[in-house]
């Protein structure tokens, strides 16, 4: 495939299953406490809510009293400066960072998410920069961002190192960013994907890693997802964010308890010792959080 065929193929398969945090992506379902399903009207206001609620819950151990992602977002540092993200889905992070003062410019591949997060700002009455564009070539001066962040995007194109180069190219001398990225060394991927997927059901046979990686990295056996490819944490620290300073790695897995439920059923992550879920989770979680400086 081309370079611009493997674009129009992420761009359309990411419009098409749109980041809804609905039973899938694109999905509008959502289940309430009592188990009852509840559709909701895709970009209404109600939808931002719901959606919005799920994404909170997912990220539970990140939010603090100075905000969602409070934990790994320095909102007041950056109050008033320039702040990208790259792949912003529906919004919901940017909403965030323009809610807590920070200039925004947001920036997403698919067009539903460009019109998404137009209407959640025009929505919520805040003001933002959101701009259709691709992570590989960034339509930005160089040097014009205080701070860029992406959450769970760059991996899903071919050539993250030139996606990182643009970050780096755009990001002030001294500016710092943050970017998670999927972890390859990671139970989902190493154990659901290659191991139960891969060898026990054969898929390896007929697909290869990136193939695997992509069917179920994202939107979990509905076929077309045209890449998914997570890192570790050597590759991050050594070859993607070289030309940075102060690289540092964090495993977030949120994903982790429910895996340990599913080697030993009766919700054996409850019964474990926080202190060792935890542990899991810091070595085995399936989103690695890297953040670093540009030099000065
Ligand atoms: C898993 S979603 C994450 C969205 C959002 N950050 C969130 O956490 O809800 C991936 C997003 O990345 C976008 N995307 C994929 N490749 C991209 C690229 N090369 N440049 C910009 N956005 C991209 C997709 O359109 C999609 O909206």
């Not at 895709?42 to 931002?48: K, N, P, T, V």
């Not at 979990?220 to 620290?237: L, M, Q, S, Y």
Request: negative net charge; hydrophobic residues 40%; contains cysteine.
């Amino acid at each position: 495939m081309s370079d611009q065929d493997v674009k129009s193929a992420v761009r359309d398969w990411w419009a098409d299953n749109p980041m809804t945090y609905g039973q899938e992506h694109g999905v509008t379902d959502y289940v309430d406490p009592d188990g009852t399903v509840r559709k909701v009207e895709f970009g209404s206001r109600e939808f931002f809510e719901t959606a919005d609620k799920t994404f909170f819950q997912w990220n539970l151990p990140l939010h603090n009293d100075k905000g969602t992602f409070g934990k790994i977002f320095d909102y007041e540092k950056f109050r008033g400066k320039n702040v990208l993200e790259v792949g912003c889905g529906m919004g919901y992070m940017a909403m965030n960072w323009a809610q807590q003062g920070a200039k925004v410019t947001a920036l997403d591949l698919n067009p539903v998410a460009i019109v998404q997060t137009t209407s959640r700002f025009k929505a919520f009455d805040l003001p933002g920069e959101i701009i259709e564009g691709d992570g590989r070539s960034l339509p930005f001066e160089d040097n014009k961002f205080a701070h860029v962040y992406s959450w769970g995007v760059l991996h899903h194109s071919p050539n993250i190192e030139s996606s990182l180069a643009e970050v780096f190219r755009v990001v002030e001398p001294g500016g710092t960013v943050g970017v998670m990225l999927y972890n390859r060394n990671s139970f989902l991927f190493r154990y659901i994907v290659q191991y139960l997927e891969g060898i026990v059901n054969l898929e390896h046979r007929v697909l290869s890693p990136l193939e695997m990686g992509s069917r179920y990295g994202d939107g979990d056996r509905r076929e077309g997802n045209p890449h998914t490819w997570p890192v570790t944490i050597k590759e991050a620290k050594e070859e993607l964010f070289a030309q940075f300073e102060d690289i540092n790695v964090e495993v977030f897995g949120t994903d982790v308890a429910g895996i340990v439920d599913h080697f030993f059923p009766l919700l054996a992550s409850r019964l474990m010792p926080k202190p060792l879920l935890n542990a899991l989770i810091r070595r085995w979680g399936w989103s690695l959080w890297i953040t670093a400086r540009k030099p000065k």
